[in-house]
């Protein structure tokens, strides 16, 4: 089965998007279950933290986006900053956290993988999904302003 987005000329199959999560999740997962002393945390120039498993969990679902979908850019936390100038007649692009809740995985708690798509301009449609890979549960949403629409998939 599918789900598709149509994002200008590109359609985009939401759920290889989650299984794009859920790759990442997996990559995260063998960081975490690893040794503590590999996860290679730094801080970057806002002073947030940066293991292996936020490097290796943006490659893969940096990487797999790229694949499939070559005319829709990615800003993603962990990729170097576009100027605004670069990005602000993009009608589409892909928004990548790719391991959101840092500090909690350093601390060995609940985290999530999330890949999310948006369309901007227009009615403020944003796609998500998500992947919580200690858990196993995913989630899939549309959020509008001030409200958040989604459930487990």
């Not at 690893?34 to 293991?51: H, I, N, Q």
């Not at 498993?53 to 499939?68: D, K």
């Not at 944003?126 to 949403?141: A, E, I, V, Y």
Request: aromatic letters at 6%.
């Amino acid at each position: 089965p599918t789900m598709n987005v149509q994002c200008g000329s590109t359609s985009v199959d939401v759920l290889e998007v989650v299984k794009i999560a859920k790759r990442a999740g997996v990559a995260i997962m063998a960081i975490y279950e690893g040794e503590k002393d590999k996860w290679e945390v730094e801080m970057k120039s806002d002073a947030s933290p940066l293991t292996a498993a936020n490097r290796e969990a943006n490659r893969v679902i940096c990487e797999a986006l790229s694949t499939l979908y070559p005319n829709l850019p990615i800003v993603s936390e962990e990729n170097e900053s576009l100027a605004y100038e670069e990005r602000k007649n993009w009608q589409h692009h892909f928004c990548v956290d790719p391991l959101d809740g840092t500090k909690d995985f350093i601390k060995h708690g609940e985290r999530s993988v999330y890949g999310q798509h948006r369309r901007l301009p227009g009615p403020h449609a944003h796609r998500w999904c998500g992947d919580n890979p200690r858990t196993g549960r995913r989630l899939l949403g549309r959020a509008r302003p001030r409200c958040v629409q989604g459930g487990e998939w």
